[in-house]
């Protein structure tokens, strides 16, 4: 079975503009939770999706924006991009809401310039 | 305040010796879990092991152990038998309900290397 894919692996982009990144949960998973990872830190948590709808929200500006689509994909979208928004994103499924352990895709690493 | 503090930045391990990787936490919850995760260099996150709260035993996975002492908060990664394929960043999270939800908070990673 395919694990949890993002999409784009890369992506530059400059200051003011908005992106939109994609993620595929692993088959079966309803659960989907973005993270931030700046580089030399841990991740923080942006959110996550369950059953189409926003179940949690870390503390990021109203810039990002996510949603899930009846596949259980999702998008992380960001607004007015800042240069310290450039991090890898990662993007990981669940089966449910709550669970042990979630499966996270290889990210997508944004450099905004 | 840090929820979730891992104090070795870098470790250094000589191949096929143990090694420790310590994890502390802060919460007032009764029930929550704790997470290891490996991350290579190629930047996906690699589940390692689990302990919620409330088991009375330590999470053992293959050559993964989790040292739980509760009192204390600590959640320390025990790596037996280290090889080569070690060399990663390590971290901890720990799941915590905040406004009704689940979320994983993590700690900044401690980066081993396994030297041969």
């Known amino acids: 079975d395919a694990g949890v894919t993002q999409s784009p692996t890369h992506l530059i982009k400059t200051r003011g503009q908005h992106v939109t990144l994609r993620c595929s949960p692993i088959?079966?998973?309803?659960?989907v939770s973005w993270y931030q990872q700046v580089l030399g830190q841990g991740p923080q948590f942006i959110f996550q999706y369950y059953e189409k709808e926003e179940r949690g929200r870390g503390n990021f500006p109203d810039r990002f924006s996510a949603r899930q689509f009846p596949n259980y994909s999702s998008e992380l979208n960001v607004n007015a991009l800042l240069l310290g928004d450039s991090a890898l994103y990662l993007c990981?499924?669940?089966?449910?809401?709550?669970?042990?352990?979630?499966?996270f895709g290889p990210g997508t690493r944004l450099t905004v310039t | 305040a840090q929820k979730i503090t891992q104090t070795q930045p870098g470790m250094f391990v000589q191949e096929k010796e143990a090694v420790t990787l310590d994890c502390t936490y802060d919460t007032s919850d009764q029930s929550y879990g704790l997470f290891w995760y490996k991350q290579p260099s190629s930047g996906e996150m690699i589940f390692l092991i689990y302990q919620g709260s409330y088991d009375e035993q330590n999470a053992t996975e293959g050559r993964y152990s989790l040292n739980f002492q509760k009192a204390r908060k600590s959640a320390n990664l025990v790596i037996s038998a280290s090889q080569l394929g070690d060399s990663a960043m390590y971290f901890c999270?720990?799941?915590?309900?905040?406004?009704?939800?689940?979320?994983?908070?993590w700690g900044a990673g401690t980066k081993l290397i396994i030297k041969p």
């Open positions: 990981a499924s669940s089966p449910d809401r709550v669970d042990y352990e979630q499966y």
């Open positions: 088959s079966g998973h309803k659960s």
């Open positions: 999270a720990m799941r915590e309900l905040m406004d009704s939800n689940y979320q994983l908070i």
